[in-house]
């Protein structure tokens, strides 16, 4: 009797130590790195980025970071993910042309922000191998989650199911891109109109046009 008794007690401790401990403590020293890692990157920039300063402003080992992301530049790629993510929210208003209308516009917007040139120059910077491989993952970890809207006018009928979602976020994406830094343009109302009518023309149903 009183070894269930301990039992029940245990449990019952686990699962008010779960309610007291949200997503655990992994995931706060997640987040607590990534605000961390965003706010001296816009005190310092790219350069100016430390990560003993980072576990030490937390209050946590440096080891302890590099269990989480294996180097310094994925930290970076971890952070812009994550504020991108919260900058740049995917619409859902049941049309793909507003939803690339607003997606256009707010990825416009960050990009052409302080942070968003903080950011861009980062994920283009010459790297060595180890660093490419990292910037791969972030350009299709972003690719895919921006083809969920995509993905979601295929399942409304919008677009033809054969259409890769990433393919057309690639194009899409990478325009604004070329635009910014090949060109040196300002990603303005007249391009971003023109790059709409160009990709919904392109694979949008005819009876959505």
């Given at each position: ?9 245990t ?37 100016g ?30 952070t812009a993910?994550?504020?991108m993510?919260e ?41 060595n ?16 989650h921006?083809?969920l ?24 994406i990478?325009?604004?891109?070329v ?15 023109q ?8 694979i ?6």
């Amino acid at each position: 009797m009183e070894s269930a008794y301990r039992e029940s007690s245990t449990e019952t401790n686990h699962r008010d130590g779960a309610r007291r401990r949200p997503g655990g403590r992994s995931t706060r020293i997640r987040t607590a790195v990534l605000q961390a890692t965003m706010s001296m990157l816009r005190e310092r920039g790219l350069e100016g980025l430390n990560v003993a300063e980072i576990a030490a402003t937390i209050g946590i080992p440096e080891s302890t970071i590099y269990r989480h992301w294996r180097s310094r530049e994925e930290l970076v790629v971890a952070t812009a993910l994550a504020h991108m993510d919260e900058t740049i929210q995917l619409p859902d208003t049941g049309s793909l042309r507003s939803d690339i209308q607003i997606f256009l516009q707010d990825s416009a917007s960050f990009l052409q922000s302080t942070e968003g040139q903080l950011f861009t120059r980062s994920m283009f910077a010459t790297m060595n191998r180890t660093e490419s491989q990292v910037r791969q993952e972030y350009w299709m970890s972003r690719f895919s989650h921006t083809g969920l809207l995509i993905q979601r006018a295929i399942e409304r009928g919008e677009v033809a199911p054969e259409t890769d979602p990433n393919v057309i976020m690639t194009a899409l994406i990478g325009a604004l891109y070329v635009r910014l830094l090949v060109l040196d343009a300002p990603l303005d109302a007249a391009f971003l109109r023109q790059l709409e009518l160009m990709l919904l023309d392109g694979i949008l149903q005819k009876r959505h046009l």
